[in-house]
């Protein structure tokens, strides 16, 4: 971005850092170099979501940040407090149930398909000597039941063990990070503390409610402003940290009910012993401890209007130590001498697949009708799929986690079973519940009915094509007979559009998913088998379309996960794919966690504080103006830091996006938090905005707010893509069509960057307090306060363009890695 290969980094770490020119990495104490021209600095925060190579097991929690992206899709509405709460406790819940799930399927594998049918079977456990130890007819201390359940739950609870410390080990390092201070030290103040160091307790900024703040000095009245310039958006920590202890909890919870379970069972079929008194007993503490866990999850939700920094230390610590008691207990009851116990039939608690569907389905119901009410109050045209877009993604989500653990069942199942088809006997095991199969076989169906809206989309853009053509031909002043290029750049054009079909697309796939995912719970409840043996003696033709059905659906499943498992290796071995892995997760990481604590984690929880404190202090020490350029990703990360500054330090910075899909995908998908009204307070509080945008870009477009504070508008576009048609003297190979990257090889985007620049304020001197402290105004004052005075900060004459294409500060250039 820089274009200077000896770029040096002038704050930050390894993985965020600010990087500048060496050249010009001691420019504020050459302020008479930079008289006529700016300074050029990035911030790059690529290693945040591509950066080592455990990034590769963010692929196995896919789901987990899906179902999170639901809590922030959100309607824009106004009053309906309750249903807003409503909704995000539906979606909380939602994310629970993929916990459950998860470790129901490591269950189901592990308990019920190894240690309970092959390890019970002679003939299955004959095939595999490492469960020789486990069999009856070795009549081992292990060949019980009970205890080979204890021994096979290792895995489930490694399983939770895993995601806790994935959790755990991001959670202390993104939200964790204390938001910035209202004042650093000025540099020549004697005794005074590091300005860069926030390790002491973050000030109090008030009540936080974003109605509004006012200019230091002017007494004017700020207007109402996003979400997203609440003072506790950006720290999420607390609620993190309760939604792990609960999450964690269930996970463990439902291994300690299937080994209760099965147990219990047993001692009821027996019914004698004191041993039929401690089952219920332990099943009603194991219940006890999940209604503790709904509690938890819905008792509370994100606290945005105040830095919390406050932790639960009840609900962090006595939560899982609870869970890991009675955990510990089910292995006591289970691993207890019941001679004559043996392991028929599947596995007691497999009913649990179903309940779980259930669950799901009534949920995602729900939350269709909570969202269709917010919408219904305050509609917005351009929401995507008309405020449906939060339950689609949830939908998506459960067929997400369905496909992942229903893969992995399916497959170890298939290994297990020799030749046979698990389900249909002939075989050592039954084989998975039969839930799993009937989802596995709807797959095939959903592939088919896909084709349609495939197909319908490939027509439409071919006849796009054709008819962008008369005006691409008119624009470069050519013929439209010269086909080749004319059709390659209208393709380009139409190929882009094809995003605004997205929501759709998505809206049938969910819907299709729904109803299909309903007929495989209601197929395996009424018949409780497979397809292919529940439609025998129906004829020649549905059995063969059930066997069918179910043999690919096994297959497609099976091969998801197994392609999920080649992306993640790719990932951890080679760089290049690990940041392709990052650019996916740009959008999907960008939300804090607010409704599955084992999502990835959100990187602008440390991007947004690092560029606010880059962009206050910057402005406050030198008095400077900055132009802050943002390219994809990173105008959203732009557009969120400028949300958390002061009105002081907000005057003096120009916002430059291109290639921003602030509207586009932002605004359509998330309108509660970038809707037209939030984009339009945005333009208004900006002393001036520039929005670039071309027709061959599939991510960025218009923010479509009109006019911006100083009276210009704020779009401009179409750009011109290529800019030259043919072949010149001066350029004698064809110029690519850029569609989303190189904007800054466009000399639209020099020119705009200077014109802003020039249409900033003057530069202000320095103000110091008698400590030497320099005044930073804070940076999300609450309503009706204001910050300690205008800074007067530095009379060093610099001007400056801060990039953030992966976002950025003080300065010019661009942001770190572009997003696409």
Same mark, same amino acid.
Request: hydrophobic residues 45%; aromatic residues 6%; charged residues 15%.
């Given at each position: 971005? #820089?274009?200077?290969?000896?770029?040096?980094?002038?704050?930050?770490?390894?993985?965020?850092?600010?990087?500048?020119?060496?050249?010009?990495?001691?420019?504020?104490?050459?302020?008479?170099?930079?008289?006529?021209?700016?300074?050029?600095?990035?911030?790059?925060?690529?290693?945040?979501?591509?950066?080592?190579?455990?990034?590769?097991?963010?692929?196995?929690?896919?789901?987990?940040? !899906?179902?999170?992206?639901?809590?922030?899709?959100?309607?824009?509405?106004?009053?309906?407090?309750?249903?807003?709460?409503?909704?995000?406790?539906?979606?909380?819940?939602?994310? #629970?149930?993929?916990?459950?799930?998860?470790?129901?399927?490591?269950?189901?594998?592990?308990?019920?398909?190894?240690?309970?049918?092959?390890?019970?079977?002679?003939?299955?456990?004959?095939?595999?000597?490492?469960?020789?130890?486990?069999?009856?007819?070795?009549?081992?201390?292990?060949?019980?039941?009970?205890?080979?359940?204890?021994?096979?739950?290792?895995?489930?609870?490694?399983?939770?063990?895993?995601?806790?410390?994935?959790?755990?080990?991001?959670?202390?390092?993104?939200?964790?990070?204390?938001?910035?201070?209202?004042?650093?030290?000025?540099?020549?103040?004697?005794?005074?503390?590091?300005?860069?160091?926030?390790?002491?307790?973050?000030?109090?900024?008030?009540?936080?409610? $974003?109605?509004?703040?006012?200019?230091?000095?002017?007494?004017?009245?700020?207007?109402?402003?996003?979400?997203?310039?609440? $003072?506790?958006?950006?720290?999420?920590?607390?609620? !993190?940290?309760?939604?792990?202890?609960?999450?964690?909890?269930?996970?463990?919870? &439902?291994?300690?009910?299937?080994?209760?379970?099965?147990?219990?069972?047993?001692?009821?079929?027996?019914?004698?012993?004191?041993?039929?008194?401690?089952?219920?007993?332990?099943?009603?503490?194991?219940?006890?401890?999940?209604?503790?866990?709904?509690?938890?999850?819905?008792?509370?939700?994100?606290?945005?209007?105040?830095?919390?920094?406050?932790?639960?230390?009840?609900?962090?610590?006595?939560?899982?130590?609870?869970?890991?008691?009675?955990?510990?207990?089910? !292995?006591?009851?289970?691993?207890?001498?019941?001679?004559?116990?043996?392991?028929?039939? $599947?596995?007691?608690?497999?009913?649990?697949?179903?309940?779980?569907?259930?669950?799901? #389905?009534?949920?995602?119901?729900?939350?269709?009708?909570?969202?269709?009410?917010?919408?219904?109050?305050?509609?917005?045209?351009?929401?995507?799929?008309?405020?449906?877009?939060?339950?689609?993604?949830?939908?998506?989500?459960?067929?997400?986690?369905?496909?992942?653990?229903?893969?992995?069942?399916?497959?170890?199942?298939?290994?297990?079973?020799?030749?046979?088809?698990?389900?249909?006997?002939?075989?050592?095991?039954?084989?998975?519940?039969?839930?799993?199969?009937?989802?596995?076989?709807?797959?095939?169906?959903?592939?088919?009915?896909?084709?349609?809206?495939?197909?319908?989309?490939?027509?439409?853009?071919?006849?796009?094509?054709?008819?962008?053509?008369?005006?691409?031909?008119?624009?470069?002043?050519?013929?439209?007979?010269?086909?080749?290029?004319?059709?390659?750049?209208?393709?380009?054009?139409?190929?882009?559009?094809?995003?605004?079909?997205?929501?759709?697309?998505?809206?049938?796939?969910?819907?299709?998913?729904?109803?299909?995912?309903?007929?495989?719970?209601?197929?395996?409840?009424?018949?409780?088998?497979?397809p292919g043996s529940a439609l025998r003696g129906s004829g020649p033709f549905p059995e063969a379309v059930a066997e069918t059905a179910q043999a690919l659906g096994s297959w497609f499943?099976?091969?998801?996960?197994?392609?999920?498992?080649?992306?993640?290796?790719?990932?951890?071995?080679?760089?290049?794919?690990?940041?392709?892995?990052?650019?996916?997760?740009?959008?999907?990481?960008?939300?804090?966690?607010?409704?599955?604590?084992?999502?990835?984690?959100?990187?602008?929880?440390?991007?947004?504080?690092?560029?606010?404190?880059?962009?206050?202090?910057?402005?406050?020490?030198?008095?400077?103006?900055?132009?802050?350029?943002?390219?994809?990703?990173?105008?959203?990360?732009?557009?969120?830091?400028?949300?958390? #500054?002061?009105?002081?330090?907000?005057?003096?910075?120009?916002?430059?996006?291109?290639?921003?899909?602030?509207?586009?995908?932002?605004?359509?998908?998330?309108?509660?938090?970038?809707?037209?009204?939030?984009?339009?307070?945005?333009?208004?509080?900006?002393?001036?905005?520039?929005?670039?945008?071309?027709?061959?870009?599939?991510?960025?477009?218009?923010?479509?707010?009109?006019?911006?504070?100083?009276? &210009?508008?704020?779009?401009?576009?179409?750009?011109?893509?290529?800019?030259?048609?043919?072949? &010149?003297?001066?350029?004698?190979?064809?110029?690519?069509?850029?569609?989303?990257?190189?904007?800054?090889?466009?000399?639209?985007?020099?020119?705009?960057?200077?014109?802003?620049?020039?249409?900033?304020?003057?530069?202000?001197?320095?103000?110091?307090?008698?400590?030497?402290?320099?005044?930073?105004?804070?940076?999300?004052?609450?309503?009706?306060?204001?910050?300690?005075?205008?800074?007067?900060?530095?009379?060093?004459?610099?001007?400056?363009?801060?990039?953030?294409?992966?976002?950025?500060?003080?300065?010019?250039?661009?942001?770190?890695?572009?997003?696409?």
């Amino acid at each position: 971005m #820089l274009g200077d290969p000896c770029a040096v980094r002038v704050s930050g770490d390894k993985i965020a850092a600010v990087y500048r020119r060496a050249a010009d990495a001691d420019a504020e104490h050459h302020p008479e170099r930079y008289r006529d021209r700016p300074i050029p600095e990035a911030y790059s925060w690529s290693n945040l979501t591509s950066g080592n190579g455990s990034r590769a097991l963010w692929l196995l929690l896919l789901p987990f940040m !899906v179902v999170n992206l639901a809590h922030w899709m959100r309607p824009s509405t106004t009053g309906l407090g309750r249903t807003q709460r409503f909704y995000g406790l539906l979606v909380r819940l939602v994310a #629970l149930t993929l916990t459950v799930l998860l470790t129901a399927a490591a269950c189901e594998v592990a308990l019920d398909l190894t240690a309970w049918q092959c390890a019970g079977s002679a003939e299955c456990a004959a095939q595999y000597a490492w469960l020789g130890f486990v069999s009856p007819a070795e009549h081992g201390w292990w060949s019980q039941p009970g205890r080979r359940l204890s021994l096979a739950a290792l895995l489930p609870v490694a399983v939770v063990a895993l995601l806790w410390l994935l959790s755990a080990r991001t959670w202390s390092t993104y939200e964790a990070a204390r938001p910035p201070v209202s004042a650093v030290p000025a540099p020549d103040a004697t005794n005074a503390p590091d300005a860069t160091n926030d390790a002491g307790p973050a000030p109090a900024a008030g009540s936080g409610a $974003p109605s509004g703040d006012s200019a230091p000095g002017t007494g004017e009245r700020a207007r109402p402003r996003s979400a997203l310039a609440r $003072p506790g958006f950006w720290y999420g920590r607390r609620l !993190v940290a309760r939604l792990r202890a609960a999450h964690v909890a269930a996970g463990l919870l &439902t291994v300690a009910a299937a080994l209760a379970a099965a147990a219990a069972d047993h001692d009821r079929t027996v019914g004698e012993g004191p041993l039929t008194v401690l089952g219920p007993l332990l099943q009603a503490a194991l219940a006890a401890g999940a209604l503790a866990v709904l509690y938890v999850v819905c008792s509370r939700g994100r606290s945005e209007r105040h830095r919390d920094s406050t932790l639960d230390r009840a609900v962090s610590g006595a939560l899982p130590g609870g869970s890991v008691a009675l955990l510990l207990l089910s !292995v006591v009851y289970a691993s207890w001498s019941r001679p004559g116990w043996t392991s028929t039939g $599947p596995l007691p608690g497999n009913v649990a697949f179903l309940l779980l569907s259930l669950a799901q #389905l009534a949920l995602v119901t729900l939350l269709a009708v909570a969202a269709h009410t917010l919408y219904r109050r305050t509609a917005q045209p351009r929401t995507a799929l008309r405020g449906l877009a939060g339950p689609a993604v949830a939908m998506l989500s459960c067929a997400l986690a369905g496909v992942m653990t229903g893969g992995v069942a399916q497959r170890v199942a298939d290994w297990l079973d020799g030749d046979a088809t698990p389900g249909m006997g002939g075989g050592p095991i039954l084989g998975p519940p039969a839930l799993l199969s009937w989802q596995a076989s709807v797959i095939p169906v959903l592939l088919v009915l896909l084709v349609v809206p495939v197909a319908v989309l490939s027509l439409r853009t071919a006849r796009a094509t054709r008819a962008l053509e008369p005006a691409v031909a008119k624009e470069y002043g050519k013929s439209v007979d010269d086909s080749p290029r004319i059709r390659q750049i209208a393709g380009t054009r139409a190929r882009a559009a094809l995003t605004d079909s997205a929501p759709r697309l998505l809206g049938l796939i969910a819907g299709a998913t729904l109803l299909l995912g309903a007929a495989a719970v209601a197929g395996s409840w009424v018949s409780g088998q497979v397809p292919g043996s529940a439609l025998r003696g129906s004829g020649p033709f549905p059995e063969a379309v059930a066997e069918t059905a179910q043999a690919l659906g096994s297959w497609f499943i099976g091969l998801g996960f197994v392609l999920l498992v080649v992306l993640g290796r790719r990932a951890y071995l080679y760089p290049s794919a690990r940041r392709t892995v990052g650019i996916l997760w740009d959008v999907g990481t960008f939300w804090p966690r607010a409704a599955h604590p084992f999502a990835p984690p959100c990187y602008a929880e440390r991007a947004v504080p690092d560029l606010t404190w880059r962009i206050a202090s910057w402005t406050a020490l030198t008095g400077g103006r900055l132009v802050l350029s943002g390219h994809s990703q990173g105008s959203v990360l732009a557009a969120a830091a400028v949300w958390q #500054l002061s009105p002081a330090t907000r005057h003096r910075v120009a916002l430059l996006t291109y290639g921003s899909p602030l509207e586009r995908l932002y605004g359509r998908w998330f309108p509660a938090y970038f809707g037209t009204g939030q984009l339009k307070d945005l333009s208004t509080e900006l002393h001036c905005w520039r929005n670039l945008w071309r027709a061959t870009d599939p991510i960025g477009g218009p923010v479509r707010v009109g006019r911006g504070g100083d009276g &210009t508008e704020v779009d401009r576009g179409p750009l011109k893509d290529p800019l030259l048609y043919g072949r &010149t003297v001066q350029d004698p190979l064809p110029e690519p069509v850029y569609g989303h990257s190189d904007y800054q090889d466009d000399p639209v985007f020099a020119e705009e960057r200077a014109a802003l620049l020039d249409r900033l304020p003057p530069l202000l001197p320095p103000q110091r307090t008698d400590a030497g402290a320099v005044l930073i105004p804070p940076l999300a004052a609450a309503p009706g306060t204001t910050g300690p005075g205008t800074a007067d900060p530095g009379g060093a004459g610099l001007g400056g363009t801060a990039g953030a294409g992966r976002a950025t500060s003080a300065g010019q250039g661009s942001s770190g890695r572009s997003s696409g």
